[in-house]
């Protein structure tokens, strides 16, 4: 079985550039989670879709931040305008319907300079 | 109340040694509790998981104690092998069927193990 695929593995840009990062989850899994995890923390839920529909965007900043799962399978988070602070990895994980374990991808590693 | 606090932030055992991480909560609506692997460079991997109905659970050399009252629980690497050496992350999630959350994991802050051969 494939895990979650995520792109760019890594990414640099300068602050207030835009960039955008992919996930394809599992095939088959229901729920997709967006996660940040800054250097030396836990990750930190950005946004939860359960098929197409936003579950839980409670931890994402809505002015700079934004993600959609069209069609409820691979997903899009986008970053317009970049801060340095937003330098993280960005991690992608899915599940399935009705269990508690979540498949994480190898995640992007944003750089904002 | 949405914490997870972990400890130590880093650890050195040696190989055959036994690993301790401890986490601490405060919210009583957790109702589940994993523990993620993760190797440089590497997203999380599930590496063992608990409900508080038991206090312990043992897959091979990992186990999971549970003290619902202290709201406290720990995971145990036995005989610890080089290869175990990775950042070792608790969780917990709220009861997915209250009345407002989503079942989100929260995270503790991660223990760098570092096993010596």
């Known amino acids: 079985e494939a895990g979650v695929a995520q792109s760019p593995r890594y990414k640099i840009i300068e602050k207030r550039q835009s960039v955008a990062f992919w996930c394809n989850p599992i095939s088959g899994h229901a729920t997709l989670y967006w996660y940040q995890q800054i250097l030396g923390q836990g990750p930190k839920l950005l946004i939860q879709f359960q098929n197409n529909g936003v579950v839980d965007d409670s931890q994402l900043p809505k002015d700079r931040f934004s993600a959609e799962r069209l069609k409820g399978v691979d997903s899009t988070l986008k970053i317009q305008p970049a801060k340095l602070e937003d330098s993280a990895v960005y991690l992608c994980?899915?599940?399935?319907?009705?269990?508690?374990?979540?498949?994480f991808g190898p995640g992007t590693r944003l750089t904002v300079l | 109340q949405q914490q997870v606090k972990q400890s130590p932030q880093s650890l050195i055992v040696q190989k055959g040694g036994i690993s301790i991480i401890n986490c601490a909560y405060e919210n009583t609506a957790f109702d589940y509790f994993p523990w993620y692997q993760q190797f440089p460079g590497k997203g999380p991997a599930l590496l063992i998981a608990?409900?508080?109905?038991?206090s312990e659970k043992k897959e091979g050399r990992f186990t999971i104690s549970f003290n619902k009252s202290a709201k406290q629980f720990s995971l145990h690497i036995m005989d610890s092998q080089p290869g175990d050496s990775a950042t070792y992350f608790c969780?917990?999630?709220?009861?997915?069927?209250?009345?407002?959350?989503?079942?989100?994991?929260?995270f503790g802050q991660g223990t760098t193990l570092q096993v010596k051969p």
């Open positions: 969780a917990a999630r709220s009861n997915m069927y209250g009345s407002s959350n989503t079942g989100k994991l929260i």
């Open positions: 608990i409900r508080p109905d038991v």
């Open positions: 994980a899915s599940s399935p319907a009705g269990t508690d374990t979540q498949y």
